[in-house]
């Protein structure tokens, strides 16, 4: 298994050395990441899962996301004189975390398909004992804070949290988290539907409404996580997987149906072209991502058919092999997150990805429950007609996509990475690398990486370079009319990316990012 921070892979790998299965043992690694990750993921967040038992026409998809409440509107931000929703506060806590529902479902499944036998307390444990006793602050987390720490102090509960003492908590540090270890064995003992009722439910909403928030209990009572369809599109000799809407999943998939289009299947992968033809095929991508994917529950899309042959042959034809297009308006999609992959000895697999959207979220303790809130919300707009306008009881657009790959009917590899735009890219890199390019999943992971879109403070997106590219394939894009900076050899703007698989011999392979704190764990 693949997952971000070491001591959640060596969670889910403990799972699966006592009999455990994928399920099981990435609920383990869930509810760990949970809280040795907190800067990119929480109960407080959302979650997609992609749940497969071997055969690529039985997968599940798991929506675990949440919609906002039902007094908050676009009128409410506007009417306030806001023109767009705060990234930070109380206001900004509008929308109902569905991560923890996601592990009850993906819980319940396992017993019921799966015929899963470990406890659900079982699969907690390890997320308890590191919030109760402690783990030692990874770099990741102690570099966010020191970035982030100043702005957030403020927000209610988070300094007491995460900056004890008011200070700026050193990597290595030891950290416990005692709120949120009574939380997780509220959980353990009752289950994830406590999270959404009863006593911990009526604390969450007393606190966050203390801070400004108007959700209530009576939107995280009605909260349930949904199974979907996932979407699908041939790529190689096989077919990749991925979410429907909210999610981009779609637009994940647009790049490589493409890229198989344009033929880059030899030469360099860290070639000029490889790097050309993926930035003008997600400018592509998003601009129909942008104007299309929404909550389907609000709108009326037929998403899948951007996934149509005969519409992606069109798109393909307005690709040029040595111009770059003219950078389209692009909307700035942040976000930290972490993806992780399992595989069992049965070869059943699991690809999810977990958010609190920004880094720290709203920046919100839910009261004394340690429960920081995320701010997806703020991924809604305020403009009257827009198909993400923020609505009551709506769902946010979702840059969230985990991803699957099968052939032959058989699932072979799940992947990911965290990274907002550049989640679909990074999806594309580490295909192309391993089906098209033959490397390795660690080399495809480690390798070099590009990233187009934009960040904080920017007016217009352009496209980065890790320094590790040759400076002849700077040049060589630069020529071709792309606007380029470089960013460290392995920098944190990439994205965290992973990938597990199974080949047809039944062994296993597993790569984490050396971008993160990391590791493959194996039963």
Request: charged share 20%.
């Amino acid at each position: 298994m693949s997952a971000p921070h070491a001591l959640a892979a060596e969670a889910g790998a403990a799972i699966l050395r006592s009999g455990g299965n994928a399920i099981e043992a990435g609920i383990a690694v869930a509810s760990t990441l949970s809280v040795v990750y907190p800067h990119m993921n929480g109960l407080g967040g959302d979650g997609f899962w992609l749940i497969s038992d071997g055969d690529a026409h039985t997968v599940r998809g798991l929506a675990a996301a949440g919609p906002a409440g039902r007094h908050y509107s676009a009128a409410l931000f506007r009417d306030r004189g806001l023109r767009e929703i705060p990234f930070r506060g109380g206001l900004s806590a509008l929308t109902v975390p569905g991560a923890v529902g996601g592990w009850g479902a993906a819980f319940g499944f396992s017993r019921d398909r799966w015929r899963g036998r470990k406890s659900w307390s079982d699969l907690l444990e390890s997320a308890y004992c590191h919030a109760a006793t402690g783990f030692p602050l990874s770099p990741n987390q102690s570099h966010t804070l020191t970035r982030f720490g100043d702005a957030l102090r403020q927000q209610p509960g988070f300094a007491a949290q995460y900056m004890p003492g008011g200070e700026i908590m050193p990597t290595g540090r030891l950290w416990s988290q005692r709120a949120l270890a009574q939380t997780l064995g509220t959980l353990a003992e009752n289950g994830a539907e406590a999270f959404y009722h009863g006593p911990l439910a009526w604390q969450m909403a007393k606190g966050l409404k203390a801070a400004g928030s108007l959700l209530t209990e009576a939107d995280l009572r009605a909260f349930k996580p949904r199974w979907v369809e996932p979407l699908r599109t041939a790529f190689g000799i096989g077919e990749a997987i991925n979410m429907p809407p909210p999610t981009q999943g779609v637009a994940s998939l647009m790049i490589l149906a493409l890229l198989n289009r344009v033929g880059l299947n030899s030469g360099d992968h860290l070639g000029a072209e490889l790097i050309h033809h993926t930035v003008e095929i997600t400018k592509l991508a998003f601009k129909y991502r942008d104007q299309l994917v929404a909550d389907p529950d609000f709108c009326d899309v037929d998403i899948a058919s951007l996934l149509n042959p005969d519409f992606l042959d069109d798109c393909a034809r307005e690709i040029h092999p040595l111009i770059a297009m003219p950078l389209p308006p692009i909307g700035l999609a942040k976000g930290d997150t972490v993806w992780f992959g399992v595989v069992d000895g049965q070869g059943r697999m699991v690809s999810v990805i977990q958010s609190l959207y920004h880094e720290f979220g709203t920046g919100v303790v839910a009261g004394n429950t340690g429960v920081l809130w995320n701010n997806r919300g703020c991924a809604f707009s305020l403009e009257p007609g827009h198909v993400n306008v923020l609505e009551p009881r709506k769902r946010p657009f979702h840059t969230l996509n985990p991803a699957l790959y099968a052939e032959q009917g058989r699932v072979q590899l799940a992947y990911g990475s965290m990274g907002g735009d550049g989640q679909p890219q990074t999806q594309a890199a580490l295909l192309m690398r391993v089906k098209q390019y033959e490397l390795s999943l660690a080399e495809s992971v480690a390798s070099p990486r590009w990233l187009y879109g934009r960040t904080w403070g920017e007016a217009s997106a352009g496209l980065r370079l890790e320094r590790r590219y040759p400076r002849a394939v700077f040049e060589d894009l630069r020529r071709w009319g792309h606007q380029l900076s470089w960013v460290p050899d392995y920098s944190d703007f990439m994205g965290h990316a992973g990938m597990v698989a199974r080949d047809p011999q039944g062994g296993f392979a597993g790569a984490a990012d050396p971008r993160s704190d990391g590791g493959v764990a194996v039963p």
